[in-house]
């Protein structure tokens, strides 16, 4: 039998677009079989494979999009999102892949189900492109969220104090703004891609919350305090407002968590 570990670098190591999002449903769905053994044999690599396009630029390299109605700005909302979603895979097969000797079955279940998750999120992102002509790799992209995961890659509360916590929390405040904008422009299918997303990435975080919080209690720590020491050493961005409260509350983040870490005015 395969082990869990060898199935999952094997993932990242898919650099294809389709590749990977096939390998990533494919090991998730092995593991929920009992196709694959909890073992962990073999190391993850340091970077994911990636295709040969989009062209990976600093985040302050990145042009800046066009307008938000033009043919242009909408291409490059949904590349950008379809980036997003893209690395979002290989976060979440390291997450499970890295730690899951350490964490146990469950995380690598739930790590499993998120990469699942942003395959499917990615698949549907390429074909509304499709539906604007584009396709993913047509404009650069940021490079800045494996670089959080590089920067964590030592320690699993700080992965998931990080990665799950406070980036993809980040995407429960801004995409409903978004989806506004999408719904502004008639764009009936973008809003619906949306509204999945979202509903997903709320579990995704909740996920991260958990095992998080589990990680505090057996080192004996407070998990709010434990969280803001880890964010303030290893998280290179702000976390800045505004903020979806009642989104990050059905995550298990309390207002109070992420205020204490917050540039308010």
Not at 59 to 68: E, H, L
Not at 79 to 85: M, P, Q, S
Not at 113 to 118: G, S
Request: aromatic letters at 6%.
């Amino acid at each position: 039998m395969t082990s869990v570990a060898a199935a999952i670098r094997a993932a990242l190591l898919a650099g294809d677009p389709r590749a990977k999002v096939m390998a990533a449903r494919g090991v998730t769905r092995d593991w929920r079989l009992g196709r694959l053994e909890f073992v962990f044999d073999c190391e993850m690599p340091d970077r994911p494979a990636r295709p040969e396009r989009p062209e990976l630029l600093a985040p302050g390299r990145m042009p800046k999009r066009g307008k938000g109605g033009s043919l242009r700005g909408r291409i490059a909302l949904w590349h950008a999102l379809a980036h997003i979603e893209f690395v979002a895979i290989d976060l979440a097969l390291d997450m499970a892949g890295r730690f899951g000797a350490e964490m146990g079955s469950d995380f690598v279940s739930d790590f499993l189900k998120v990469a699942a998750d942003e395959a499917m999120h990615f698949a549907i992102l390429q074909r509304h492109l499709a539906t604007l002509g584009a396709a993913y790799g047509d404009l650069p992209a940021h490079d800045g969220l494996w670089e959080a995961a590089h920067l964590t890659r030592h320690d699993v509360a700080a992965r998931l104090a990080v990665v799950p916590m406070v980036l993809e929390a980040r995407g429960l405040d801004v995409t409903p703004p978004t989806i506004e904008r999408v719904r502004a422009a008639g764009d009936a299918a973008g809003v619906r891609i949306l509204e999945r997303i979202l509903d997903d990435e709320i579990v995704h975080v909740r996920f991260g919350t958990k095992h998080f919080a589990a990680v505090a209690q057996a080192r004996g720590e407070a998990m709010d305090d434990l969280w803001k020491m880890l964010v303030i050493r290893h998280f290179t961005g702000a976390v800045k407002p505004p903020f979806n409260d009642s989104a990050r509350l059905a995550c298990g983040l309390s207002r109070e968590m992420y205020h204490a870490v917050a540039m308010l005015d």
